[in-house]
């Protein structure tokens, strides 16, 4: 795929910049006492630390190349993806991080788990559910970044995919084991900083090199006047396969990427480690900024490589390579290791975090939570590195010959953190009423619905919405009918656990 001259100064800027994550993870590792230190690290995250953890646990590799890829297919139609997915953030932060973060300072918990399994009295079933779909879609999600960590390496060492995968996969995992979420929260501020600034930097120069927003526009509309409007013509099936972005399928992409990607526990639990409650006043406005600030540059990125491919100035292969190429055709080969860096780090930023909630979820929810109570802190975090480096190993080998599904699965994923935790999350945080019944019977029915809807789509007949949102309305409907019919909770648990239509207190 790539060319391997790279050159001995870039490699060597890459090497480095990776000896740096694993001295970091060194570093950090001294500092881990305990079972809260290595899962939250200590929840001790100061403003920047939080900062950059939420906008890198949230931008990862195929965001880098998947988001220029659909700017390459799909035109200005798919840029609404680009308010929702910051809208994440300051949704993680808001609407579940506020209240999340009160409750778990007060009842010590570590995880979106402990949280659930206290509000809705259920200290097993809500627990091993939603474990089990943590560990599913982190699961789905860790292939498509160590996918996206070997197409980079591939590209710019030009080395074997399984070296690049081996690689990228040995470092991540490396560092994760050291130091935790220390590690991960000190490398990730480092990676933001990065991704931040290397894309402000390189992607105005690829535009510029297409002939400017104009001439992207102008040679968009040749290829298909609809690529330069608000929306696709709402029919379905769309008149193309790229125009999907339809008015309707906007509204359900809303609720996917702005709710449901924000209850993914490896965004939400960075709340639970935050240092100060006071941090939640500009973290949402700081990161949306952040976020929307990148990702309309890496979209129109894409645009413009498909301006400077029709122009016959450069070649592709695959919409997702549109960035890389892009880049290579702009930039002098010197530029390339920066290059590099900046997308490893975003692919890092986000498989470290992915890797730390599986650990967390083996070590703390399974094993102390389920099986041994009395467990102590050392034998939790143990117990949490075994399942890092399982979890890495089974993802690494899923990702050496990669599905070709491989976006449908990553949507899949989200889809499921759609339809299983936004209604527990929301209805647990804000209505009084939810209980234990309703929590675990919505929680498995959209579990269950997401995977069928999904295959459905896939397979079967694509839907005019995203398979995700009738999931999600299943979800809804079960939680409010089941916990009406059954007992309301305790009066004491909805006061200590700050359920109401609120979302600070008075």
Known sequence: MGNGNMGIGSIIVVFLYLTFMLLLG???????????DFIVAGKNLGFWLFVMLIL????????????????????WPTFWEQIFVPL??????VIYGYKLYEVCKEKEFLTLQDYLAYRFESPKAVRVISSLAVLTTSLIYLVGQYTAIAIVLRWLLGIPQMQALLVGALIVVIYVLLGGLYAISWTTLFQGFIIFFGVLIIAPIVIKS????????STMATIDTNLVRLAFPQQHPPYVGYAFATPLFLISFFFLLAMGLGSAPHI????????????????????????????????????????LVVNGLVTLEKPDDSFLVGVKYALPPISWAIFAVVILAAVMSTTDRL????????GWDFY???FKKNASGEKVTFVSRIAVIIFGFISFLLAIKPPVLLAWLIWMGIGIMLATFVVPIVFGLYWKRANRYGAVWSMVAGYISAIIFGAYAKFVKPLPVHFSFYAFLISIVVMIVISLVTKKPDDNLIESSHTGLFIREK
Do not use: E, H
Not at 56 to 73: F, N
Not at 210 to 217: K, Q, V
Not at 283 to 302: A, D, E, H, R, T
């Open 88 to 93: 994440t953030c300051a949704v993680a932060i």
């Open 268 to 307: 939400v639990n960075n709340a639970i480690a935050v240092k100060d409650k006071k941090y939640f006043k500009w973290s949402p406005l700081v990161v949306f900024v952040m976020y929307i600030l990148i990702m309309y540059l890496i979209k129109i990125s894409g645009m413009a490589v498909r301006t």
């Open 368 to 370: 102390k939570q389920i």
């Open 56 to 75: 890198g646990s949230t931008t990862s590799g195929m965001t880098l190349l998947g988001v220029a890829g659909l700017g390459y297919i799909g035109g």
């Open 355 to 362: 890797l730390l909630v599986i650990g967390s979820c083996c």
């Open 26 to 36: 060194a570093f950090a590792s001294r500092k881990i006492k305990s079972a809260s």
């Open 210 to 217: 297409a002939g400017g927003l104009s001439t992207i526009n």
